[in-house]
T-cell receptor, first 114, second 111 residues
Framework: EPEVTQTPSHQVTQMGQEVILRCVPI?????FYWYRQILGQKVEFLVS????????KSEIFDDQFSVERPDGSNFTLKIRSTKLEDSAMYFC????????????FGPGTRLTVL | RKEVEQDPGPFNVPEGATVAFNCTYS??????FFWYRQDCRKEPKLLMS???SGNEDGRFTAQLNRASQYISLLIRDSKLSDSATYLC????????????FGKGTTLSVSS
């Protein structure tokens, strides 16, 4: 059973367009993350979100990116003006607190920018 | 810059073989260590956490050497279903901090 679901599974967009990727937790959690993976490359951290605020972000997460939790449930990643190099898999993850805090990933959204 | 380096692979082994993957990490302050498995075009899935005392889960054994900043994964009696990319991952163990991924090592098990 997935920890989170993501929509859409695949998004195709034209360069310069805005896209919104969505992450829906199965149950109520406080910590969320966005990662991306360009084809053939390693998984890279974008941003973490705790209690409705950004807690950490990488150098990749520049002004064209934003995150929010508009309705207290869905967690969104917005890319304002997509570039060709934004083509990647985008994974949402949530944190399970425990002896070792562990992140569990959603199935991802494949973004293709043409 | 925090980095995680892994064996480049790919590893091609027959069923039943034992295979070992290695990983080094650059941030000596790292507190949590993991192996994730990733199938082609799928999400990373947690295989196991790695503890200083070493830990075993069935055919999988993970070891951590903090002094050398080195992590290993041993797979015994390889199955066809073990074919995947194995990702070495670390973080600071403060809740909310980013995971740092290695590029992964690809394993192909053949009959």
């Amino acid at each position: 059973e997935p920890e989170v679901t993501q929509t859409p599974s695949h998004q195709v967009t034209q360069m310069g367009q805005e896209v919104i990727l969505r992450c829906v937790p199965i149950s109520n959690h406080l910590y969320f993350y966005w990662y991306r993976q360009i084809l053939g490359q390693k998984v890279e951290f974008l941003v973490s979100f705790y209690n409705n605020e950004i807690s950490e972000k990488s150098e990749i997460f520049d002004d064209q990116f934003s995150v929010e939790r508009p309705d207290g449930s869905n967690f969104t990643l917005k890319i304002r003006s997509t570039k060709l190099e934004d083509s990647a898999m985008y994974f949402c993850a949530r944190l399970r607190l425990g002896f070792t805090d562990t992140q569990y990933f959603g199935p991802g959204t494949r973004l293709t920018v043409l | 810059r925090k980095e995680v380096e892994q064996d480049p692979g790919p590893f091609n082994v027959p069923e039943g073989a034992t295979v070992a993957f290695n990983c080094t990490y650059s941030n000596s302050a790292s507190q949590s260590f993991f192996w994730y498995r990733q199938d082609c075009r799928k999400e990373p899935k947690l295989l196991m956490s790695v503890y200083s005392s070493g830990n075993e889960d069935g055919r999988f054994t993970a070891q951590l050497n903090r002094a050398s900043q080195y992590i290993s994964l041993l797979i015994r009696d390889s199955k066809l279903s073990d074919s995947a990319t194995y990702l070495c991952v670390v973080n600071d163990n403060q809740a909310g901090t980013a995971l740092i991924f290695g590029k992964g090592t690809t394993l192909s098990v053949s009959s």
